[in-house]
């Protein structure tokens, strides 16, 4: 299994969202993402998408937040520093762009 695999199905299973964090570092943007399978927390995973881009967040907050169905792909066009995509199928609460990632379950 390859790791953008991996991170798909960490992200059909961690759909709580418990924090989301923006670091600038080196003029670029990493997103820090701990997602959980419930409310509790306890077996929350920690993704960070490093150089994101074209970041869009709608509807996020005013309580438990929810990505039902992110889906990170490749991206084929040929982009400099832009290599996969992340989407919320369902909801279109979140859609980004990115260079690599790590977690660690990753």
């Not at 990493?30 to 967040?57: M, P, Q």
Request: with cysteine; hydrophobic share 40%.
């Amino acid at each position: 299994m390859g790791k953008l695999d991996h991170l798909n199905d960490l992200l059909r299973e961690h759909d709580c969202v418990m924090s989301i964090d923006i670091k600038f570092d080196d003029s670029k943007y990493d997103l820090r993402l701990k997602l959980s399978v419930d409310e509790s927390g306890l077996d929350a995973v920690t993704l960070t998408f490093h150089d994101i881009s074209a970041l869009d967040l709608n509807g996020f907050g005013g309580g438990l937040t929810q990505f039902m169905h992110l889906e990170a792909s490749r991206v084929e066009d040929g982009l400099d520093r832009v290599r996969y995509e992340i989407r919320d199928l369902s909801d279109e609460k979140i859609s980004f762009k990115f260079f690599t990632f790590s977690g660690s379950t990753i």
